[in-house]
């Protein structure tokens, strides 16, 4: 196996080669993702209330048949399609006054997490988590090394502590990451173009790069790893591995020791990570030993810590395998979406409450890899 330092000697070569600096993360349907989960639940809940409907008129045009059910499961708990939590009473679908979460970031470089709201409203754990962005409604917030960034929801970035031009938008999704001591914010924009930018701790200036182009998703990590799904379907990659082949993929998952996709059909494949090194390009590592291998399934998204896969299965369960394969038992869901940095996972729970955990160790070995343990928000009612 390729040694760490071999490995950023590696992505170093490569960023210089193509980028003259280093990347970042961001994946393009982050932002849609929280909309999307909460319409869809709300739409069933839509398609159950009208059966219930159909139910009570069959019986009461016949006078005869089967007694109306109930419109919904007394006590379910549910975000409706504004991102409000309403409870079924039994008779229907109450409000409340809590408001769902819709995005969850983590920061793989030192470990810090956010959560942003429905209402554009966010708050962050971590160094320096009291540090304030201006106040805007918010689509996501990450807190970087440098201070907290935040996407608007007209698309714009924001930052404390780093410098980013104000023509930069609109942006889909972004995400920041350490590239070799520099800061680094990756912005994917809505025409599939992918940018990154880079700042010296020193300077007030920073530079930028277009690196990419015809994405539908993207994901940048630490050291200036990147890949994402084109278009087409098929994997582009900024990694020591290149690219593996095929053209029925939707979404990625990558770290320095993870490298999952999520095909159309919703199966979960597992290729060479770039912890293993360069030999194996694109190669489908299932069985070898170096990466997870997920049972047969569909699944809604994958997601990965420094060491760790997960994926969302169609019951909302929270699969996670170490990327020697073993096993990461975590708390039970349903949850709608997840995202994974360093040694943190955050999951939002169909409630619209999040649940954060830590499994420790580092980025380049799983021997010191503890089981997750729950971190705050730690069912905080507000959060």
């Not at 975590?330 to 949850?335: E, H, K, Q, S, V």
């Not at 160790?361 to 971190?375: C, H, L, N, S």
């Amino acid at each position: 196996m390729v040694r760490p330092w071999r490995l950023l000697s590696l992505a170093a070569l490569l960023w210089l080669a193509d980028c003259a600096g280093k990347s970042t993360s961001s994946e393009r349907r982050d932002a849609k993702a929280g909309d999307a989960g909460r319409a869809g639940i709300a739409a069933g809940g839509a398609s159950g209330d009208s059966g219930s409907g159909s139910a009570a008129s069959e019986a009461g045009e016949g006078g005869t048949g089967t007694p109306a059910l109930p419109p919904c499961p007394s006590g379910e708990v549910r975000c409706d399609a504004s991102g409000v939590r309403e409870v079924c009473t039994g008779q229907g679908w109450t409000p409340t006054d809590f408001v769902c979460a819709t995005n969850v970031s983590v920061d793989d470089d030192v470990g810090n997490y956010c959560i942003t709201k429905s209402d554009g409203s966010y708050r962050c754990w971590g160094h320096n988590p009291a540090e304030a962005l201006p106040v805007e409604r918010y689509r996501q917030v990450q807190l970087a090394r440098q201070g907290p960034i935040g996407l608007t929801q007209d698309g714009r970035l924001l930052a404390r502590g780093m410098f980013l031009r104000p023509d930069f938008q609109p942006v889909v999704s972004f995400s920041a990451t350490n590239m070799g001591g520099n800061y680094g914010v990756c912005a994917l924009f809505g025409d599939g173009s992918l940018w990154m930018v880079l700042q010296n701790p020193a300077e007030t200036t920073s530079s930028m790069k277009q690196v990419g182009e015809s994405l539908a998703s993207a994901s940048c990590v630490f050291e200036g790893l990147t890949a994402g799904v084109l278009e087409d379907g098929s994997l582009w990659t900024l990694t020591p591995n290149g690219p593996p082949p095929g053209n029925d993929f939707e979404e990625v998952a990558l770290s320095l020791g993870v490298f999952c996709a999520r095909r159309t059909g919703g199966e979960v494949t597992c290729f060479t990570p770039p912890l293993a090194g360069a030999t194996r390009p694109g190669q489908s590592c299932a069985g070898i030993g170096v990466c997870p291998a997920f049972p047969a399934g569909r699944y809604r998204s994958i997601t990965a810590t420094g060491t760790v896969a997960c994926a969302i299965d169609e019951t909302g369960a929270l699969i996670c395998k170490r990327q020697d394969g073993a096993d990461m038992p975590i708390a039970p869901g349903p949850y709608t979406s997840a995202k994974g940095g360093l040694d943190v996972l955050c999951a939002i729970r169909t409630d619209g409450s999040v649940a954060c955990f830590r499994h420790g160790g580092g980025r380049f070995a799983t021997d010191d890899i503890g089981p997750f343990v729950p971190v705050e928000p730690l069912g905080d009612p507000a959060w």
